[in-house]
């Protein structure tokens, strides 16, 4: 079975400073993985993807993400935060032929000016 | 594009009431999944629809039903509310079964009282 470990629940950081959102995975078959973020009542919009491929994967506002297989790693940074960042990040993977989406418990991070 | 589209936006009812709620996909997708997110959690995944067959489903009780009418929208039904079923419940689009891409909705907030 496949499950996500988001090992930070919440993550405060001052704004302009570098973040890092940690997810870690277990899986027996290859995965996709999967940024998304919540912003306060609202759903889920995806941040980035790994599908195949480059490893490193970036998304239009600065994110990035780097694939460690074997460290079964998918964490999440940015150089510097901005106060819009303020949100819940999910780390979550899929198996790709099944389609749905095992998602971890979030991470808050709250952007301080 | 309208994306998703999720109603109502929000819902109270009482125990041991039903429940129905509404999705529209993103236009050009087939598949509808649903999840559940309790307060503080990551979404759980409730099942997934597809050429209007419920093709997966996760680990939610019978009371949890659902149906994919020929233009792919999707309803959830749940029977016999329960407190626990107090939760933001979102619906998610994707093109085929292979999950290399979920689009998801605002969500409805169900409130159990």
């Known amino acids: 079975a496949q499950s996500v470990t988001q090992l930070d629940s919440q993550v405060p950081v001052f704004e302009e400073a570098p973040v890092e959102l940690r997810c870690n995975y277990s899986s027996s078959v290859s995965v996709y993985l999967f940024w998304y973020v919540q912003y306060p009542n609202q759903g889920l919009q995806l941040l980035l993807k790994y599908l195949s491929g480059s490893t490193l994967v970036e998304s239009i506002n600065g994110f990035e993400a780097e694939f460690n297989k074997s460290q079964t790693s998918f964490h999440l940074r940015k150089p510097s935060v901005h106060i819009s960042d303020t949100a819940e990040y999910f780390c979550?993977?899929?198996?790709?032929?099944?389609?749905?989406?095992?998602f971890g418990k979030g991470t808050k991070l709250s952007v301080k000016p | 594009d309208a994306g998703v589209t999720q109603s109502p936006t929000h819902l109270i009812k009482t125990r041991g009431q039903q429940v129905t709620l509404r999705c529209s996909p993103k236009s050009g997708h087939d598949t509808v999944s649903w999840y559940q997110q309790a307060l503080g959690q990551g979404p759980q995944f409730i099942f997934q629809y597809y050429e209007e067959e419920e093709r997966q489903r996760g680990n939610f009780p019978d009371r949890f039903s659902g149906h994919q009418f020929p233009n792919y929208s999707s309803e959830l039904n749940v029977n016999a509310l329960l407190l626990g079923d107090s939760a933001l419940y979102l619906c998610a689009s994707s093109l085929g079964q292979g999950n290399t891409e979920a689009f998801f909705g605002q969500g409805t907030r169900l409130t159990v009282v």
């Open positions: 979550a993977v899929s198996d790709g032929s099944q389609g749905n989406l095992i």
